[in-house]
């Protein structure tokens, strides 16, 4: 199984309202921590990634946040689209293999 | 940029026969790809590391013997089933790692394939 606990598995938002995803794991080792979102039938396609230096990262309405100490790291979208709605994976790892959460998946209704 | 292909993108094939999947890396060069299965509503559960050159590290309870890890080139990895069986039908994906960038670790992943053994 996962060694990432990512909650929700499941979330419904209504189109403009932010949505917030959260991972937590338990090793110190890992230090690279990527999003990735993954439509129906197709790849997951990397969003957003953050380093165990850097606390937080921004890229247009999509956030992710890190607390090294408590060993958690969170999604953040804001200004939900419908086009948003798909499995969102968190995962962490570093040079080595990545090891992915469960996923949430994210309904974003007009 | 950092484009990853595979193919092919779905595949029927009889119970006992053996199937090829290729991945690509297209715009750049990738010295570790890694295969990946995922079943219907679960998340990705990585199979093996495939190195450039050398062989692949299988995970632990992934038989190397079945699944067959050939990385000839910087560009193209592939995973041959062999003696598949149904409960081989599942969604297969790459994914790469951009050896070129100067110390990345953001792995790209292609779009999946899709096997279906009857």
């Known amino acids: 199984g996962e060694n990432v606990e990512q909650h929700p598995s499941t979330l419904s938002v209504q189109e403009g309202d932010s949505a917030v995803i959260k991972c937590t794991y338990s090793d110190s080792a890992s230090n690279y921590f990527p999003w990735y979102k993954q439509e129906l039938g197709k790849g997951p396609q990397l969003i957003i990634d953050i380093r165990s230096n850097v606390g937080e990262k921004k890229d247009q309405r999509i956030a992710v946040t890190l607390n090294k100490t408590a060993k958690h790291f969170s999604l953040h979208i804001t200004e939900t689209q419908p086009e948003d709605s798909a499995v969102y994976f968190c995962a962490k790892g570093g040079w080595g293999k990545l090891q992915f959460g469960a996923g949430t998946q994210v309904v974003v209704t007009p | 940029g950092a484009v990853v292909s595979q193919h092919p993108s779905r595949v029927i094939c009889k119970s006992g026969t053996s199937v090829k999947i290729e991945c690509r890396s297209l715009d750049f060069q990738a010295t570790t790809m890694f295969w990946y299965r995922q079943f219907p509503k679960q998340s990705l559960m990585l199979m093996a590391t495939?190195?450039?050159?050398?062989?692949?590290?299988?995970e632990q309870g992934v038989e190397k013997d079945k699944f067959l890890i050939n990385h000839a080139s910087l560009t193209l990895s592939t995973l041959t089933v062999t003696s598949a069986h149904p409960e081989d039908s599942s969604f297969y994906i790459c994914?790469?790692?951009?050896?070129?960038?100067?110390?990345?670790?953001?792995?790209?992943f292609g779009p999946g394939t899709r096997l279906t053994v009857t």
């Open positions: 495939s190195n450039e050159g050398s062989k692949a590290t299988y």
């Open positions: 994914s790469a790692r951009d050896s070129g960038s100067g110390g990345t670790y953001e792995q790209y």
